[in-house]
């Protein structure tokens, strides 16, 4: 079963928690054990699983990469947004979780996070939910 919705981002750098938006696909979805496939079908956003407990650490992961990917280095690309693409290629564009009891496996601290790095803009979110036994 696949399902798409979409995120609407503020700022040219945010990670959005999508965790709610994800279950809640999980849920319709009527899988009881399985996997979720979270999908960013975007260049300059990703997906990553990180702690959902203290902002501190989104705007940590933001600053860090913000130093080993800096804005104004000497790319090629002339639209001028190169680092978003570096910076979501580095976070990657697809996250799977795994599903038991229809409830997403995360640990205790962990959210979904959409990664945006090219924003404000809105956003596509793409999740497949696989039963046991598919491939």
């Known amino acids: 079963m696949k399902h798409e919705f979409t995120v609407s981002t503020r700022a040219h750098a945010q990670l959005v928690d999508i965790t709610a938006q ?3 696909v999980v ?3 009527g899988v009881r054990s399985g996997v979720a496939h979270v999908f960013v079908p975007h260049t300059t956003a990703g997906i990553t699983i990180n ?14 990469l913000e130093r080993a990917v800096p804005e104004d280095a000497a790319y090629r690309h002339a639209e001028g947004n190169s680092p978003a693409h570096v910076k979501a290629s580095l976070m990657g564009f697809c996250q ?3 599903v038991e009891q229809g409830e997403l496996i995360l640990g205790t601290w ?11 803009r809105t956003r596509r979110v793409i999740v497949k939910v696989q039963p046991d036994g598919q491939a």
């Open 27 to 29: 849920r319709g979805s």
């Open 96 to 98: 799977t979780v795994l």
């Open 110 to 120: 962990q959210g979904i996070y959409l990664c945006e790095f090219d924003g404000p």
């Open 51 to 64: 702690e959902n407990a203290d902002p501190s650490v989104v705007a940590d992961l933001i600053a860090a």
């Open 22 to 24: 994800v279950q809640a």
